[in-house]
């Protein structure tokens, strides 16, 4: 048995931790089962957002009409846009690799626990005082084990060749990113909804927005399940159930985009004292620590924000504890997210529908909503829907939450998560100086509503 002072289990955000305690001298072992880098670089975010910038080339050609532009697009080479793709991701594990110290031991292998700190992997048993896991999330399987339906996990790199037609299954932010994407690239694209909303978790006012642009645009059935499919070597023949009635869709390819679970397979938890919840995540304390001393989680695979930033900001802090001797127990700033698709969507902080669930009393607030017109930069756009919500708490101008919808969102919003991080005052957004007449101007105007609405209460 080798012992280490700390082992690592999962290559992706946990492996920067690996790096740094290699570097500050400890001794390390990062298990890795796969290829290093995780969900993030190999098949989920950077990846489909390379691919979100050839689907933003195709669609500002397909668009250019309603800037008096007459334009068509002759061909789209899909097959050489995925083999870019496929071409990027075969770096990213030599990438990480080469950032690896000398004193870093990389095991390629599953690892499973034999005890609480005991693993085994490739036959051979590792040691530790400090266990970390990060094996993340995985993709939540298809109902039709024996049809060669997809996950998200099938798209970078792409499994097989690139379809002509595409049935989309999931109403959440994967499921929509990657219509957007196929929609865009020309391939026949049918997003299969169960409920009545896309985006669902968003604010409502801001996923009722969407749901309206975005099915302008890719065909979505809502209200609709699968009741049977098949396969007959090329396409898939599937029987839908919407709204009460049967109708029939055949495609080439066929999608499940329905949430992700715990990566905890083959790790071998029944062998120890660690505990895992109803929904198979691993609950930890403040500090990041399993139920078992010594053994920590972070990540997706500890269920709290399942974002890669805040996987980052995970390791870094359980880096500092092990490292540095940090006391403090984690306290997480305001953590953001963003739906990289067409409309482009953006948020932080609670919405409106869950103000009861927080214990806010509506009175205790105001919520305001603007569209972004008084900026001429949006104005060049020629859209009419974008528009930024705002929660803001009475007493003290604290904003609670911000929900954007409209291009660049995902920039946009940092304004706002800057003064939310220093000191959490709407009225300093009012204080700025903006470039005239960029696209920030429209956010000063829906801060002077609120900060109106508020000193008139």
């Not at 793709?85 to 499973?112: C, H, M, Q």
């Not at 978790?201 to 969407?210: L, M, V, Y």
């Not at 924000?305 to 540095?324: I, M, N, S, T």
């Not at 919500?389 to 920039?411: F, N, Q, W």
């Amino acid at each position: 048995m080798k012992t280490y002072d700390i082992i690592v289990i999962g290559g992706g955000r946990a492996a920067s931790l690996a790096i740094k305690a290699a570097k500050a001298g400890k001794s390390v072992a990062l298990i890795e089962k796969d290829r290093l880098g995780g969900t993030c670089p190999n098949n989920g975010c950077v990846p489909s957002k390379l691919m979100i910038g050839y689907a933003e080339a195709a669609k500002k050609i397909s668009e250019a009409s309603r800037h008096c532009v007459n334009a068509t697009i002759d061909s789209i080479d899909k097959d050489q846009i995925f083999a870019n793709i496929e071409r990027w991701i075969k770096g990213v594990d030599p990438r990480y690799a080469s950032r690896f110290p000398e004193n870093l031991d990389l095991y390629r292998g599953t690892g499973s626990f034999v005890s609480n700190k005991v693993l085994e992997v490739n036959g051979e048993q590792l040691t530790a005082e400090t266990v970390v896991i990060g094996t993340g999330a995985i993709p939540r399987p298809t109902p039709f084990p024996d049809l060669p339906a997809w996950t998200s996990d099938d798209i970078f790199p792409l499994k097989g060749k690139v379809p002509n037609s595409i049935a989309i299954v999931g109403g959440g932010f994967i499921a929509c990113e990657l219509a957007n994407v196929f929609h865009s690239l020309g391939i026949e694209t049918t997003m299969l909804v169960r409920g009545s909303a896309l985006l669902p978790a968003e604010d409502h006012t801001i996923s009722g927005i969407f749901k309206e642009e975005f099915s302008k645009h890719v065909p979505t059935k809502f209200n609709t399940t699968i009741e049977s499919a098949t396969h007959d070597g090329s396409s898939f023949q599937l029987s839908l159930l919407e709204d009460g009635q049967t109708t029939n869709l055949e495609v080439d390819a066929l999608l499940y985009a329905t949430g992700r679970i715990p990566n905890t397979t083959d790790l071998g938890l029944e062998n120890t004292d660690i505990e895992v919840n109803e929904r198979g995540f691993l609950p930890t304390d403040p500090y990041f620590q399993t139920s078992v001393e010594g053994v920590y989680a972070i990540g997706d695979i500890a269920g709290r924000y399942q974002l890669q930033h805040a996987g980052v900001f995970e390791a870094d802090y359980l880096a500092k504890r092990l490292l540095e001797g940090e006391t403090e127990p984690c306290h997480f700033p305001p953590m953001p997210h963003a739906v990289f698709t067409d409309p482009e969507v953006a948020a932080v902080g609670i919405t409106e529908q869950d103000l009861e669930k927080n214990n806010i009393s509506p009175s205790d607030v105001v919520v305001v909503e603007c569209n972004w017109k008084s900026s001429a930069r949006m104005l060049s756009w020629r859209i009419e829907y974008p528009r930024t919500k705002l929660i803001v708490r009475k007493s003290d101008y604290a904003i609670l939450g911000c929900h954007m919808i409209g291009p660049e969102s995902s920039t946009m919003i940092h304004q706002v998560l800057a003064v939310m991080h220093l000191d959490n005052d709407i009225r300093k957004i009012i204080d700025m100086i903006y470039i005239h007449p960029a696209l920030p101007e429209a956010l000063q105007e829906i801060v002077e509503m609120a900060v109106e609405k508020i000193e008139k209460a």
